[in-house]
């Protein structure tokens, strides 16, 4: 009912920046709060930032004044400028996004998970 695809990773200089987007798509009523996370080697997934249907926004404190998460509810869609790229920051990235869908004439909210990004940042 709902897919959900990512772009925007890569490899880059410490210092640099990159953009990640996630996309939904299907049967969609709203989408409430997104968020990106993300998982190095070895390491647990943690949350790098989240925003809320209304525009609230919430970081990690490794990323706060580096990276800002936005998002475009006419497209479902939530993106994560990163700058001032560190080593440190090297994972796969996640999007996860908080969904209310329809399957017939009822709705429904799950989480969905995108299908993770590779960013990879040299020194």
């Known amino acids: 009912q709902v897919q959900v695809a990512e772009s925007g990773g890569g490899l880059v200089q410490a210092g640099g920046s990159l953009r990640l987007s996630c996309a939904a798509s299907?049967?969609?009523?709203?989408?409430?709060?997104m968020s990106w996370y993300r998982q190095a080697p070895g390491k647990k997934r943690e949350l790098v930032a989240s925003?809320?249907?209304?525009?609230?926004?919430n970081y990690g404190d490794p990323v706060k004044g580096r990276f800002t998460i936005s998002r475009d509810s006419a497209s479902n869609t939530v993106y994560l400028q990163m700058n001032g790229l560190k080593p440190e920051d090297t994972a796969v990235y996640y999007c996860?996004?908080?969904?209310?869908?329809?399957?017939?004439?009822?709705?429904?909210?799950?989480?969905?998970w995108g299908q993770g990004t590779q960013v990879t940042v040299s020194s």
């Open positions: 996860n996004l908080d969904v209310t869908y329809y399957r017939g004439p009822l709705r429904y909210t799950d989480p969905y």
């Open positions: 299907g049967s969609i009523f709203i989408i409430n709060a």
């Open positions: 925003i809320t249907g209304g525009g609230r926004t």
